[in-house]
């Protein structure tokens, strides 16, 4: 009769030390998915201060480029991909394709020394120029708080309270495959 109790004693606290062990956990994923959230909040502040420089970037550059159109009516096209965009890895998608397009809207800007001396250019060009820097910063903030999450969610005990409550990998905001390829800049 005694064995028997301490046998239910013990196993009541191993439950309980279960049960505080998997709502430390839970809590843990929630606030790490929540650090998740609040980064993809950061950049995507900084990715709509990029889509709204755009229209005054294109409309400084369409009076010294009319014969580079194709690129003018790509980033035109390519910033209505991103308004459309409806979850994150749409957004992600649509802006590295709006990153490609920027890229070589400048590498065509190269060759029109008159729209780089134009003031109005210039403050837009550094404008994007700062907001692509702060795009960086919250791109690797927002990487860093993915990891963490779905670290969390794929090792144990983390991945049994993810399969139980229904949480998920996180997408990881990746630089568009442009980005990897150097741009042809020509000079005549």
Not at 39 to 49: G, K, Y
Not at 68 to 88: C, G, M, P, Q
């Amino acid at each position: 009769m005694e064995r028997g109790k301490i046998l239910i004693v013990i196993l009541v606290a191993i439950l309980i030390v279960l049960f505080f062990s998997l709502l430390s956990t839970y809590n843990t994923i929630v606030s790490l998915q929540e650090n998740v959230n609040a980064s993809w909040a950061h950049l995507e502040s900084q990715l709509q201060r990029r889509y709204d420089l755009i229209p005054n970037l294109l409309e400084t550059v369409k009076g010294y480029a009319q014969h580079e159109r194709s690129v003018l009516i790509e980033v035109t096209a390519l910033r209505a991909k991103v308004a459309k965009a409806k979850d994150v890895q749409e957004k992600i998608s649509a802006n590295n394709e709006l990153t490609g397009a920027l890229g070589r809207l400048l590498v065509v800007l190269e060759r029109y020394p008159e729209l780089k001396s134009n003031q109005n250019f210039i403050r837009l060009g550094d404008e994007l120029a700062g907001t692509e820097n702060r795009i960086a910063v919250e791109r690797r903030r927002y990487n860093e708080a993915v990891r963490a999450y779905n670290t969390k969610i794929r090792t144990f005990p983390g991945n049994i309270v993810a399969k139980i409550f229904g949480f998920h990998k996180a997408p990881f905001f990746e630089a568009p495959s442009e980005a990897k390829e150097l741009p042809k800049v020509e000079f005549k």
